[in-house]
């Protein structure tokens, strides 16, 4: 199947610094990511669909200037936490549908911590 | 806005039984729905796709079903056993040729060795 990496696969920093989170697809291309969030004991929110050359979408209530997302590639999309507080700190985690455009593969998710 | 149900939310099982988890979801429409398995802070794992055209897709000791009249899926675990200890997320596509996916809260598993 479809491999989806992500790195890193966890990441402390402090209150008001930025963090990047890569999401790639290893052996296949994908026009569109999708990245979710997920606190704990809650299920996985989408937060946004990542597109490749153009604007991401964002849900409703999703801050698209905090969460700056680039899909510069087939195979590439990164999510920038800016400026984060600790209400930021989850579990950050993106898929990308597979070639036979039926099912999401998801990558192994980040686990950020604010402090 | 469609939302995903599972019932139980968590279930605990002495080894070697048989169970089911219930998804059940609101809106009516006919879209594919995919089972994942997540453990312990990792991501998700795909165990089984039931294309909106399918009643059921079946992958070794796992069988999912899908009941569109009654907007329900369950899945079927038979012979569990301790690494089948997980939480298991029910979750459906948002359209139809739509990528996006809505995932219930899940169910613990707990397979008691």
Not at chain 2, 25 to 31: E, G, K, N, P, V
Not at chain 2, 48 to 74: F, H, P
Request: charge should be neutral.
């Amino acid at each position: 199947g479809a491999v989806v990496s992500q790195h890193p696969s966890w990441v402390i920093c402090k209150s008001g610094t930025s963090v990047k989170i890569e999401c790639r697809s290893l052996d296949f291309q994908a026009t569109t990511m999708f990245w979710y969030r997920q606190f704990p004991k809650q299920s996985l929110m989408l937060m946004a669909t990542s597109n490749e050359g153009s604007k991401a979408t964002y849900e409703q209530g999703v801050e698209k200037d905090k969460f700056l997302i680039n899909h510069a590639s087939l195979t590439l999309s990164t999510l920038t936490v800016t400026s984060a507080h600790p209400e930021d700190s989850s579990f950050y985690i993106c898929s990308a549908p597979g070639l036979a455009g039926h099912e999401q593969f998801f990558g192994p998710g980040t686990r950020l911590t604010v402090l | 806005k469609q939302e995903v149900t599972q019932i139980p939310a968590a279930l605990s099982v002495p080894e070697g039984e048989n169970l089911v988890l219930n998804c059940s979801f609101t809106d009516s429409a006919i879209y594919n729905l995919q089972w994942f398995r997540q453990d312990p802070g990792k991501g998700l794992t795909s165990l089984l796709l039931i294309q909106s055209s399918q009643r059921e897709q079946t992958s070794g000791r796992l069988n999912a079903s899908l009941d569109k009249s009654s907007g329900r899926s369950t899945l079927y675990i038979a012979a569990s056993q301790p690494g089948d200890s997980a939480t298991y997320l029910c979750a459906r596509y948002s359209g139809a040729g739509s990528y996006q996916l809505t995932f219930g809260k899940g169910t613990k598993l707990s397979v008691i060795p």
